[in-house]
């Protein structure tokens, strides 16, 4: 034993020569036999064609455009400030608009409830109207008038949005839904009610910019615009 520990001191740099070469032989093996199995995996794997924006483009129009129906592909616009004003009325006769002035209503107050129903319209407006786009709402408000007059309550909601298309139907939405709101509070009182002249007042942003009803806007906001 001594003698072997002695010839292993006398000869240590081959012996450390020969240790590093027999690691290198294993490391080179091993990386060969790895590259071979990667190699042969790559092989057995189909070839991926990579698809530019505009041949999909074609490509889902040459099959989907025969379509009677389709949702408005707004996948290539960028998303901008938006904004749109609806109103619409509602007639409801002297009997019911005196209760709801004097909030004497047997079912509770309808404009309260219209309001939070216009919330609600906003937010539910591509649930039900089929090709409208889901939209992230920003803030929606709505205002109702009573016109003694003709007994009437005006309704006016506004929508706001950072999307790729307009909230128009959003707003138009709100609107009914007020007014089918204060229709189902009033018919306990008198069935004989009329919601008529729904219709969108102003929309901004897009590529259109402004746009205003050409049939006049509400005196209050003729100063606006």
């Known amino acids: 034993m001594e003698i072997i520990v002695a010839l292993a001191m006398k ?16 490391i080179n093996f091993t ?7 990667l190699k042969f995996y790559y092989k057995g794997m189909p070839t991926l064609k990579a698809i530019n ?15 009677s129906f389709n949702m408005i592909d707004v ?3 960028k ?13 409801v006769g002297k009997e019911v608009f005196e209760l709801i002035k004097n909030k ?25 109207i089929p090709l409208c786009h889901p939209l992230p709402i920003d803030h929606t408000a709505t205002k109702i008038i009573m016109h003694e007059e003709d007994n ?11 999307a790729k298309t307009g909230v128009e139907m959003e707003a138009i939405m709100g609107v009914n839904a007020a007014l089918i709101t ?4 009033s018919k306990i009182v008198n069935p004989h009610l009329k919601i008529d002249d729904v219709k969108l007042l102003v929309k901004e942003g897009g590529k259109s910019g402004l746009w205003t009803n050409p049939d006049g806007l509400p005196e209050f906001l003729n100063n606006i615009f």
Do not use: H
Not at 56 to 63: F, P, R, S, V
Not at 79 to 91: D, H, P, V
Not at 152 to 162: D, G, P, Q, R, T
């Open 75 to 77: 996948s290539s616009k």
């Open 53 to 67: 924006k505009e041949q999909l483009k074609d490509w889902a129009k040459e099959i989907f455009k025969k379509n």
């Open 79 to 91: 998303e901008t400030f938006r904004r749109a004003l609806a109103s619409g009325k509602i007639y």
């Open 11 to 26: 000869f240590w740099q081959w012996t450390v020569l020969i240790a590093v070469i027999i690691i290198a032989a294993i």
């Open 152 to 162: 009437s309550l005006e309704v006016f909601c506004i929508v706001s949005a950072v």
């Open 104 to 128: 004497e209503m047997p079912k509770g107050d309808p404009i309260t409830l219209a309001e939070v129903s216009a919330v609600l319209g906003v937010k539910k407006t591509s649930d039900l």
């Open 182 to 185: 204060i229709y189902d509070l």
């Open 31 to 37: 990386d060969k036999r790895a590259k071979t199995k």
